[in-house]
């Protein structure tokens, strides 16, 4: 039996003195629904002190205090995909759009 491919772990580590966890929830949900199965697991971890650090097995990938504030969804999915598959796309996140709309012959 082959094992199991390791899939990757998230950890968004939040403020709960900040009342933050209603948007570390959101976060997870958003990669969750974004990235599915590809993910191992995303982890809410609790934390004190004005923290909200996102980290992809073990490696910081987003911090409030350093990045400036929080992640917007597509950010952080961005980062997330850069580190998982890179040549993956994101459809409408990364700004494909599509050509232009023109009028059927009349």
């Known amino acids: 039996m082959n094992a199991p491919a390791l899939r990757p772990r998230i950890v ?5 003195q900040c009342q933050w966890l209603l948007r570390a929830g959101w976060m997870a949900q958003e990669l969750l629904s974004t990235f599915s199965t590809d ?3 995303v982890v809410l971890q609790p934390g004190t002190g004005g923290i909200f650090q996102v980290t992809y097995n073990g490696d910081l990938i987003w911090d409030r205090k350093s990045d400036g504030g929080f992640p917007s969804a597509k950010e ?3 980062r997330v ?3 998982l ?6 459809g409408h996140i ?6 232009p709309l023109t ?4």
Do not use: N, S
């Open 12 to 16: 968004i580590h939040y403020c709960t």
């Open 76 to 78: 952080l999915k961005q």
């Open 94 to 99: 990364d700004g494909h759009t599509a050509g």
């Open 85 to 90: 598959d890179p040549a993956r796309t994101l």
């Open 39 to 41: 993910l191992g697991e």
């Open 103 to 106: 009028a059927p012959d009349a």
């Open 81 to 83: 995909r850069d580190r």
